[in-house]
T-cell receptor, first 115, second 115 residues
Framework: DTGVSQDPRHKITKRGQNVTFRCDPI?????LYWYRQTLGQGPEFLTY????????KSRLLSDRFSAERPKGSFSTLEIQRTEQGDSAMYLC?????????????FGPGTRLTVL | AQKVTQAQTEISVVEKEDVTLDCVYE???????LFWYKQPPSGELVFLIR??????QNEISGRYSWNFQKSTSSFNFTITASQVVDSAVYFC????????????FGAGTRLTVKP
């Protein structure tokens, strides 16, 4: 499978715990995106990487959230001291940087439930 | 900032009926890109189409067709002879050329096709 993969697919955690999600983009894509999707809503942009550089962060990304892409390949999204409001689907997407309007390809998402 | 409105929250049709999903967008940019994605129950967003603002040609792909009208800021999606497998949530999205990494999604339209 050469698409975007995410791990884990589901995560249940207790309030206050830290969680980390992983995203492996399509191998030749240098741009990687994280989104959050809550029930009944479209995905909301969180942050974006070009290679290993984090170039943009949404105001939705509070101080408890941190994302990395250390070698310009896979990325991790960590949420510290989780809150019930963090329960959502976290989606990762990637695209080629060759053209300015290339579509983004999405992974299957990680569904987070905070109890 | 750009905005996408999908006024139809849910649509239910019987198999073989035609159905149109509406998308209205707002942007101040003269160059922008519009997208449609499908999200089946499995959760993964599937790219369907991209349309550039400078290309108002309508497009047909099998049973799918898209009607882009800049005059009304709309990018509607029609499924002809719907099938049960078309049941999903469909999202319209917009990115502006000056910041094409910030893709804004509508809230989605849940389409149910009954046999």
């Amino acid at each position: 499978d050469t698409g975007v993969s995410q791990d884990p697919r589901h995560k249940i955690t207790k309030r206050g715990q830290n969680v980390t999600f992983r995203c492996d983009p399509i191998s030749e894509h240098n741009r990687l995106y994280w989104y959050r999707q809550t029930l009944g809503q479209g995905p909301e942009f969180l942050t974006y990487f070009q290679n290993e550089a984090q170039l943009e962060k949404s105001r939705l990304l509070s101080d408890r959230f941190s994302a990395e892409r250390p070698k310009g390949s896979f990325s991790t999204l960590e949420i510290q001291r989780t809150e019930q409001g963090d329960s959502a689907m976290y989606l990762c997407a990637s695209r080629s940087g060759v053209s300015s309007y290339n579509e983004q390809f999405f992974g299957p998402g990680t569904r987070l439930t905070v109890l | 900032a750009q905005k996408v409105t999908q006024a139809q929250t849910e649509i239910s049709v019987v198999e073989k009926e035609d159905v149109t999903l509406d998308c209205v967008y707002e942007t101040r940019d003269t160059t922008y890109y519009l997208f449609w994605y499908k999200q089946p129950p499995s959760g993964e967003l599937v790219f369907l189409i991209r349309r550039n603002s400078f290309d108002e040609q309508n497009e047909i792909s099998g049973r799918y067709s898209w009607n882009f009208q800049k005059s009304t800021s709309s990018f509607n999606f029609t499924i002809t002879a719907s099938q049960v497998v078309d049941s999903a949530v469909y999202f319209c999205a917009l990115s502006e050329a000056w910041n094409n990494n910030d893709m804004r999604f509508g809230a989605g339209t849940r389409l149910t096709v009954k046999p």
